[in-house]
């Protein structure tokens, strides 16, 4: 079944609400499939990176706007969360010089990642912050934490998220110490000398999933045109698989 066809961009991100599935890019109108039929809605904002979380959706990715985060109104029963209002607008950093590269959920928080794609430079994580009625108010650096700089990396790790940043695979999540702060965990450092020959290419082609005790990665790494290895990690340990 042909669920959307004439993209302008192949970059594309999917949500999941009131049994339908929501297709964002940077450039065309969203795309909502209800099982039966396509249709599209023109206002929404523009972004390659969307999710839905708790009722509302988030999406950045703007080329116009790289450090703006747009969040929808909660929508009524039965409703599609795609009612943005005029002031549904995070600024995430602005003025940084990196770009907004997505959102995880660790520990039932969203999280959003900044960094340069182009440069392979991954840069802060930022949790977003809430008022008291439960309305987005802006975001929050994440310290000491390295975000990633492809979104289809990132995979819910247990109650944690895990991702290929620019040099290593990290994990983040709350600290047992300080539960209001987050923990950081370089999980690739006994590899390091393989996530330094993946190709650089793993900032747009690599992905990520997270499935019975175990993290799949596909990357580029004997060549740049697409993923040909496989490392999996669990229980503490790496397996490379390739062919």
Not at 163 to 176: K, M, T, W
Request: charged share 15%; hydrophobic share 30%; proline share 4%.
């Amino acid at each position: 079944t042909s669920i959307a066809s004439s993209l302008s961009s192949t970059e594309v991100e999917m949500g999941v609400f009131n049994d339908k599935l929501f297709i964002s890019n940077a450039t065309d109108d969203l795309r909502i499939w209800d099982g039966t039929s396509v249709t599209t809605n023109a206002g929404v904002p523009k972004g390659t990176h969307m999710i839905i979380f708790e009722s509302r959706m988030y999406i950045t990715g703007n080329p116009s706007n790289p450090s703006q985060v747009y969040f929808s109104d909660i929508p009524a029963y039965g409703s599609d969360p795609v009612t943005f209002g005029g002031g549904s607008v995070i600024n995430v950093s602005p003025g940084d010089n990196y770009k907004c590269t997505g959102f995880s959920i660790s520990e039932g928080r969203l999280l959003i990642s900044k960094g340069d794609q182009v440069n392979k430079k991954a840069s802060s994580v930022y949790q977003v912050t809430y008022n008291t009625s439960g309305v987005p108010t802006g975001a929050q650096r994440v310290e000491a934490q390295k975000g990633w700089l492809n979104a289809k990396t990132t995979s819910q790790y247990e109650t944690s998220s895990i991702y290929l940043s620019d040099d290593s695979v990290r994990s983040i999540g709350q600290s047992a110490q300080y539960p209001a702060g987050y923990r950081d965990s370089d999980l690739s450092i006994n590899i390091n000398r393989t996530i330094a020959d993946v190709k650089s290419t793993a900032n747009t082609l690599a992905a990520g999933l997270y499935n019975k005790s175990s993290y799949y990665l596909s990357v580029p790494y004997y060549q740049d045109a697409y993923n040909d290895v496989v490392l999996v990690y669990a229980y503490g340990a790496w397996t490379f698989w390739n062919n």
